[in-house]
């Protein structure tokens, strides 16, 4: 038999690629574990997301998966701890290692009712000790590119296709809205070009570089889960603490909400404690390096 030795070889690179991709997937499998053995793995993961539609969204880079992980880890956490403190449980749902459900029915026993102050002179008071409330992030008028890591946009990487068009605008041949109106007939899921004001609330990385940056900057472009994003810093403004004349319409509101966000935090991270949960960022990264390998 007379063999095609390029096909062979190809054959050949591609079987010892998948090798290899699988070799690395089995150590990065571990998403998180727990100290009394227990583990979250890519499987599960895979199969959680797959289960809460609400999740799909979010999950396409870095922060937005490692959110959906730690949710999955509180779920965890509230169901050994029903477990422990005796809180009755459907028979049909006891096989279910990730019960929202159960968890949510947990949480509500174990979290504090939060209660809105009461009258003119206790809003103002909460107002004055809780400062944190009523400070908003810092914002920036922005401009975004998102492009899909595994497309082609005029036979380039995106990565590379972005690069080459920063040369372009920084030598004034081209605008910013040019590379959205081209990028935009490659990708039209998301917004390409000005999204208006945004926001910085959160903590990853595409934020943080967003919030170090001045007004007038590009930012990327900058690989983050599934794509590749550029983004142009169009106008600034520093975090600030409302003043008492715009907070005093929702003060009650925005007290109840704030007390909700703090007993959750407390809740997590005492629960995260005692069952030593140890979520593996380098591992949530792989995902999406191994994807796109």
């Given at each position: ?35 009394n ?39 965890r956490?509230l ?13 049909e749902?006891?096989?279910?290692k ?7 029915a947990?949480?509500?026993?174990l979290v ?19 400062p ?11 401009s975004?590119?998102i492009?899909?890591k ?7 990487a ?6 080459n ?12 809205s ?13 917004p ?8 910085l ?5 595409i934020l ?6 001045n ?14 994003y ?14 008492w004349?715009?907070a005093?319409?929702?003060v ?6 704030y ?7 407390k ?16 591992n ?10």
């Amino acid at each position: 038999m007379k063999f095609n030795m390029k096909i062979f070889a190809a054959i050949a690179g591609s079987l010892l690629l998948l090798h290899s991709a699988m070799a690395q997937n089995a150590g990065s499998d571990l998403l998180a574990s727990f100290s009394n053995g227990e583990k979250i793995t890519t499987a599960d993961f895979g199969a959680y997301v797959e289960r809460r539609i609400d999740l799909k969204p979010t999950v396409r880079n870095f922060a937005g998966a490692k959110a959906a992980l730690e949710e999955m880890a509180v779920t965890r956490v509230l169901t050994l701890e029903g477990g422990e403190l005796h809180i009755s449980r459907a028979a049909e749902r006891k096989d279910q290692k990730f019960d929202d459900v159960y968890a949510h029915a947990v949480y509500q026993k174990l979290v504090p009712q939060c209660q809105a102050p009461k009258g003119e002179e206790e809003r103002r008071a909460y107002y004055d000790k809780n400062p944190a409330a009523f400070t908003l992030p810092t914002s920036v008028r922005l401009s975004r590119i998102i492009l899909p890591k595994d497309v082609k946009i005029e036979n380039e990487a995106p990565g590379l296709w972005l690069f080459n068009k920063v040369q372009l605008l920084g030598a004034g041949k081209i605008n910013f809205s040019d590379i959205a109106k081209e990028a935009d007939k490659v990708y039209q899921i998301d917004p390409q070009g000005d999204l208006g004001w945004v926001a910085l609330d959160g903590d990853n990385r595409i934020l943080k570089a967003l919030a170090s940056a001045n007004d007038g900057d590009l930012v990327g472009p900058l690989p983050e889960g599934d794509f590749v994003y550029l983004f142009q810093i169009n106008g600034k403004r520093p975090s600030a603490v409302l003043p008492w004349e715009q907070a005093a319409t929702f003060v009650d509101s925005r007290a109840v909400s704030y007390c909700r966000q703090q007993e959750h935090n407390k809740l997590r991270d005492r629960l995260f404690q005692k069952y030593g949960v140890k979520i593996i960022d380098e591992n949530i990264q792989k995902m999406f390096d191994l994807r796109h390998n």
